[in-house]
Each structure stands twice: as structure tokens, then as C-alpha cells.
């Protein structure tokens, strides 16, 4: 048994597990693995709307908004969403929340001009950038809602005067969230969602068809919505996977449940890293995220024999990413507490010998 705090590829529901690796031999009882099967059989297509209706439930999507599942991770979104969403001659307007958001402007310079209305570079992405105005002129407001590699979060999303544009890769499904307020909101599944291989695309119908340029048919948006996601093959595995998280996280009261939980996991793992001598925390107060708990040692000579004795508990994947160092405890919807409380006894156990 092991207490998987890794980043991403994230940790998935064990029985989401099971059910999947059942599926790759026989999947419900055809005789043939999921893996086998045409993506246009009775069987694929039930699973592919079951997924999107239990998107549209789960978010509380409203009317007007198209759900898809893509191919390319979320950094193809970096590039897709000015793509369809950025008229020729127009400007972006972009926060630079963090590396990821970094990448998603960088793409946008090739639709457009890109304005960056606020940076928190200078502090190696510790909060997030709050006093700034975004400009009514802007097709577009792209933001990162949690920022993965520094442990920070937007606990509330800005009012905006043009659509928002948000990368919720690793927070997706984890809080609740007024889809209206967003005009596209993507997400690679394997933080948060399923296994690597899928993007969760949510874009509000009537953005599209305005920019004037001529869209390859793979990266168009109307031409993925017209194609129900099936304009070529979909990652039919990795669709079902996510399928499966989805109705787990049903099953287990949806998202504002969650929410209560993975409130519950970041208290009390920020308690823990606030009076435990030996820790620190990364991320300004205001800005912590929920979803990947950034730390580190006091003393950097703590941080090789920490690790080691996480490893010995079981605790894999608390590595910080190597922009940052220290520590980065993942705790995703399917970690559940008690894997919190043993990383926490191991803080103040090493606390102990370490005194
Ligand atoms: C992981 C991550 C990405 C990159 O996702 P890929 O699917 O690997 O392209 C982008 N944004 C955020 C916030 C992430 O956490």
C-alpha cells in the first residue's frame, strides 16, 4: 500500500482502477476489451455520453456551453484557445499566475498581440497577482486557476468585462464553480479527472465562429462540437477511465462534497507544516492551494532524510518540482485523508528524531 502524493499523473480511485483494468479484458460482459471495440459501437457511444452528462451534472454546466474530449493535453489548449477564440489583429489579455501560464501566453503570441496584465515572476510565482485591470478591448481573460508547481490558488475568480479563460487542470472538479461566469474552461484529465491522454474542454457556444481565420479541422472547436468529440478516434481508455472517476465522485455526493473533504486535507496538512518547526510552507497565506500543498525544510540539510523516511512510510511522489524544491504534497480528490494523516504523523515524527 502505498500514499500517492505525486503531481500528475495523479492518484485515481482504487476501484476506479479495478474496474478499468476489468474493462481492458472484458468489457461488460461483450467478450471484447474496451480497447478492442469501435469508438462508433452502441457500447463506446453510451460511454462517451455518459461522461459528458456527468460533466454537465457534476459542474452544473448550463445551457449554451459544449463539453468535449480532446487529445493533447492542456498544453494544445494553450494554443487552441486563442486559435478559435482570438480574431485576427485582436489581444489577449493574460495573468501570469505560474510556468503553465507562461507556456499558455507564449502560444497566444503566435493568434495575437498579448497583453500581461500582472505577474508575480519576481517572487518565483508565490501568490497570486491581484491588483490589476483587465482591458475591455481584450478578446479574452486567461487565467490558471491553481498554479501546480508553486501551491497557489485563486480562492475567488475576478470579475471580468470579457470572457474568462481558464486553465483548471488541477483543481478541475475539486471546488464548485459557476460555469457561467467562464466563456472556456480546459483541463488535462490526469490531475484531477482520469489518466493522461484526454483534455476536458468546456467552451460557451456562441465565443466561436468570430475570429476570421481558417482553423484546421482537429483544432476547431465548432468542428469537434459538430463531431460529438468523434471527429477522428477519441482516447477511447482514457475517456472511459474518466468516466468512471466522474461517477465515483457522484457516488461519493459530487462536488460540493469534495469540496468539504479536500477543505478538511489541506487544514489540516497547513497546520501541521505552520507549527511543526522543522517546515515551512511555500505559498502566501491567502494564496494556498487545496489541491498541491507546497513546502519546505527550515534547514535544506532535512529535506534528503525527510524523503527518505516518507519512502519508508509508503509516501511516494512529495518531491517538489524542481523550479521550487522542497516538498509538494498532491492531495486530489481521490487522496483521501487518512493518507493526509500519515504524512502528517511522519512530519512529526521526523520533528521528533530531529529535535
Ligand atoms: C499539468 C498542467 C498542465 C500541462 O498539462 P498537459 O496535459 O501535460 O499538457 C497545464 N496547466 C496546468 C495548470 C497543469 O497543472
Redesign the pocket.
Known amino acids: 500500500m502505498k500514499y500517492n502524493f505525486g503531481a500528475?499523473p495523479g492518484i485515481l480511485p482504487h476501484e476506479v482502477l479495478k474496474q478499468a483494468a476489468e474493462a481492458v479484458i472484458d468489457f461488460n460482459r461483450t467478450g471484447l476489451s474496451l480497447l478492442e471495440i469501435s469508438h462508433r459501437s452502441p457500447e463506446f457511444e453510451a460511454v462517451l455520453d455518459e461522461a459528458v452528462s456527468l460533466v454537465k451534472e457534476l459542474f452544473g454546466v448550463p445551457e449554451g456551453y459544449s463539453v468535449l474530449f480532446l487529445q493533447g493535453?492542456?498544453?494544445t489548449q494553450f494554443a487552441l484557445a486563442p486559435y478559435n477564440l482570438l480574431p485576427e489583429g485582436g489581444k489577449a489579455a493574460y495573468l501570469e499566475s505560474g510556468v503553465?501560464a507562461n507556456k499558455a501566453l507564449k502560444e497566444a503570441k503566435f493568434f495575437g498581440d498579448v497583453e500581461v496584465v500582472a505577474t508575480s515572476k519576481e517572487s518565483n510565482f508565490t501568490y497570486i497577482p491581484k491588483d490589476y485591470t483587465i482591458p475591455a478591448d481584450a478578446a479574452y481573460f486567461h487565467i490558471?486557476s491553481?498554479n501546480?508547481i508553486y501551491g497557489t490558488q485563486m480562492q475567488e475568480f475576478p470579475k471580468s468585462p470579457i470572457p474568462l479563460v481558464c486553465?483548471m487542470?488541477?483543481d478541475i472538479f475539486s471546488r464548485t464553480v459557476n460555469v457561467a461566469d467562464f466563456g472556456l474552461i480546459y483541463a488535462?484529465a490526469?490531475?484531477n479527472m482520469g489518466p493522461a491522454g484526454v483534455?476536458l474542454v468546456i467552451v460557451k457556444d456562441d465565443l466561436l465562429g468570430k475570429t476570421g481565420r481558417k482553423i484546421p479541422a482537429m483544432l476547431n472547436y465548432q468542428v469537434q462540437i459538430e463531431g460529438g468529440s468523434m471527429y477522428n478516434t477519441p482516447p477511447c481508455f482514457a475517456i472511459y477511465v474518466s468516466m468512471l472517476t466522474l461517477k465515483w465522485l457522484k457516488a461519493k455526493g459530487g462536488v460540493p462534497a469534495i469540496e468539504v473533504e479536500n477543505n478538511e486535507k489541506a487544514k489540516a496538512l497547513y497546520a501541521e507544516i505552520d507549527i511543526n518547526p522543522l517546515f515551512k510552507a511555500v505559498a502566501k497565506d491567502e494564496d494556498r492551494s487545496r489541491m498541491n500543498v507546497c513546502f519546505v525544510a527550515e534547514n535544506p540539510e532535512h529535506e534528503k532524510p525527510f524523503l527518505k523516511l516518507c519512502d519508508e512510510k509508503g509516501i511516494v511522489g512529495l518531491k517538489g518540482h524542481r523550479s521550487v524544491g522542497g516538498f509538494r504534497a498532491s492531495i486530489y480528490n481521490a487522496l483521501p485523508l487518512s493518507s493526509v494523516n500519515v504524512l502528517i504523523d511522519t512530519m512529526q515524527e521526523f520533528a521528533e528524531k530531529n529535535k
Open positions: 500528475g493535453g492542456a498544453s503553465w490558471t491553481n501546480t486553465d487542470s488541477s488535462g490526469q490531475k483534455t
